[in-house]
């Protein structure tokens, strides 16, 4: 258990409308990241940073922007929400040590648009 | 293109067999390799890694490597049913990023 917490685990909302998912998590870690998840697709990165202020693109960012202003805060934003974000999003971080990175992950969030 | 594909399943096998999935991947800079087990409507959780060719156990699970044939697979001896679940490969490079296959469906049936 990584101590990763989402907020909030469901939202339902309007097309066209901004939303922020937030990922907090407790044990220091550096690295933080945000998936989306939908059938047919498995796990596609949207974004992640590796530091405060530092956050670089994923595969599928577009629509999606972030911000990480503390080490334990990892902020996601749907700048104008629409029905193809409607989705499952997971937050996840890196433990480093031992013989190898590994990530792990959150609870999840479920966002509809409607 | 970093791809990672699985056969998407559904595999089922029966109570005490051997299940067996499989994983390829594209990119021969890939450097760990990870299995996640992922239950209906919870995140994924980590299984295993595996970093070097080779097989590793870990109780009832053992992941095999072959990067020579980019090719990484998890065997779970003796299933039960609570490994009924969707499993996911992942891989990593150095830049600290995972791609994941889309998941395989097992089910075990009792």
């Known amino acids: 258990d990584a101590g990763i917490t989402q907020s909030p685990r469901h939202k339902v909302t309007e097309t066209g409308t901004p939303v922020t998912l937030r990922c907090h998590q407790t044990?220091?870690?550096?690295?933080m990241y945000w998936y989306r998840q939908d059938p047919g697709h498995g796990l596609r990165l949207i974004h992640y940073?590796?530091?405060?202020?530092?956050?670089d693109k994923g595969e599928v960012s577009d629509g999606y922007s972030v911000s990480r202003s503390k080490t334990e805060d990892f902020l996601l934003t749907l700048e104008s929400a629409t029905s193809s974000q409607t989705s499952v999003y997971f937050c996840?971080?890196?433990?480093?040590?031992?013989?190898?990175?590994?990530?792990?992950f959150g609870p999840g969030t479920r966002l509809t648009v409607l | 293109q970093k791809e990672v594909e699985q056969n998407s399943g559904p595999l089922s096998v029966p109570e005490g067999a051997i299940a067996s999935l499989n994983c390829t991947y594209s990119?021969?800079?890939?450097?760990?390799f990870f299995w996640y087990r992922q239950y209906s409507g919870k995140s994924p959780e980590l299984i295993m890694f595996?970093?070097?060719?080779g097989d590793k156990e870990d109780g009832r699970f053992t992941a095999q490597l072959n990067k020579a044939s980019q090719y990484v697979s998890l065997l779970i001896r003796d299933s039960q049913p609570s490994d009924s679940a969707t499993y996911l490969c992942?891989?990593?490079?150095?830049?600290?990023?995972?791609?994941f296959g889309t998941g395989t469906s097992l089910t075990v049936i009792p």
């Open positions: 990119d021969r800079g890939s450097q760990s």
């Open positions: 996840a971080t890196l433990t480093s040590g031992g013989s190898t990175d590994t990530q792990y």
């Open positions: 044990e220091n870690h550096r690295y």
């Open positions: 940073s590796y530091g405060v202020k530092d956050t």
């Open positions: 595996i970093y070097s060719n």
């Open positions: 992942a891989v990593s490079n150095t830049g600290n990023q995972f791609y």
